[in-house]
């Protein structure tokens, strides 16, 4: 018997963000989820866009040989859509998205699926109740989780894990992750968000993914997602493998901002696939409110005298009250100077890398300050300039790179120093190659 996917998705904002930024796709051939960030608008249209661009190819029956040419040709695709978005406004420079997609490849009575990955977006599979994750995260955590110097539990909670290493920013070119893996009956996969993977445990997604169709399957991760608070928007596609032959006629689910009107009234240049369905968890959002009305003033009554009267005397009970008011406002100083110091000591531990003027330089400390007082001190100052690294490097640089000491900040700064001289302009700095 051929085999065929059964498919759902749902996307929802969560229970802090304003506004969705986060795209899926689900159809017979192909599955994708974008996570947007830039802020703003930027975030939802850079996601919007590459799911619109990638689900271009949902209709072209690939064979095998082709698939992961296509698929590469495709991010590319939508690399270079989100350029022509940020070159029509300039405003929305800095934007990017992940984008993660598995591409259904039938084979008589067996199928394979062909995977792009960029980002901290996730796949997995679920075969015979094992969950394994199939894509790679391009996060500055991971890099150090497989260099070996933090667990994947420190990971779950570093300071600087949502920094991507790779992203779709149409202007840095970005290499994908490509594969292939056998499809087998009975497979169940999932493409989330990291909205989904920051609340709910890899234990619990395997439980819900192994029980009832997709469509329940996505009601309920989203659901315990929100359940616990969901901080960030989160987006969930779910497909199983089942016998049988794709439906020619079948449509394809779009949710999230790719599917909010709004939002793609806001991309007249792009192409959206037809939706069989308008997501009910994006709908427009409402506009921004001035503020709670304003009440009257109390009026005083001009006519109403206060007399001052006389100072007590204070009673024996009165100053016992004092005294011990006192003793309480003491210890609380000391509480306070003692928690200083030890923060004190705790800043002075953390390393990272950020800007001095124009340069990428080393700190010692966190960014800030603190009632005028700055919370670092500058190490080292690089020669590599921070204009002369690609955008989405610079970005990072911007925000400041978490490091576990100076020797791990030095090798940041060389990684970025090597990243810099791939791309042309190459920084002066740069050996000249002949």
Known sequence: MPLALRYAARSDVGQVRKGNEDSGYAGPRLLIVADGMGGHAAGELASATAVATLAEMADDELAQGEALTRLAAAVDAAGASIGEVVADNPGLAGMGTTATALYWLPDG????????????????LL?????????????????????????????????????????????????????????????????????LTGTVSNTEIAEMLGT??????????????????APDNVTVVV??????AIEPDAEPVVVGAAGEPRVRAQLPRVHFPHDAQR?????????????????????IDADLVIETPREPRLSARTRRTLIWGSVIAVT???????????????????????????????????????????????YSVSELKVDSLPTFDANLVRSGIVTDGPEGATRVVDD???????????????????
């Open 416 to 434: 970025l120093f090597n990243r810099a001289c791939l791309f042309l302009p190459r920084p002066p700095e740069c050996a000249v190659t002949p």
């Open 212 to 229: 009832g169709e997709p469509t329940g399957t996505v009601i309920e991760l989203v659901e315990l997602a929100l359940a616990r608070g």
């Open 332 to 378: 609380v100083v000391v509480l306070l100077a003692v928690i200083g110091a030890l923060s004190a000591l705790w800043v002075r531990s953390q390393w990272y890398v950020g800007v001095s003027g124009d340069n990428v330089a080393i700190y010692q400390g966190v960014p800030g300050s603190i009632l005028g007082l700055p919370l670092q001190t500058t």
């Open 239 to 244: 497909a199983h493998v089942v016998e049988g």
């Open 127 to 195: 075969r015979d109740g094992e969950l394994s994750q199939i894509t790679h995260d391009h996060t500055y955590v991971q890099t150090l989780v497989d260099a070996g110097r933090i667990s994947e539990d420190e990971a779950s909670v570093h300071p600087r894990r949502n920094l991507l290493m790779r992203a779709l920013d149409g202007v840095q070119p970005v290499e994908p992750d490509l594969s292939i893996r056998e499809a087998r009956n009975g497979d169940r996969y999932l493409i989330c968000s990291d909205g």
């Open 279 to 299: 997501d009910p968890d994006a709908p427009d959002l409402p506009p921004d409110t001035e503020g709670p009305p304003t009440s009257e003033m109390p009026t």
């Open 109 to 124: 009575n067996g199928a394979k699926i062909a995977i792009v990955h960029v980002g901290d977006s996730r796949a997995y």
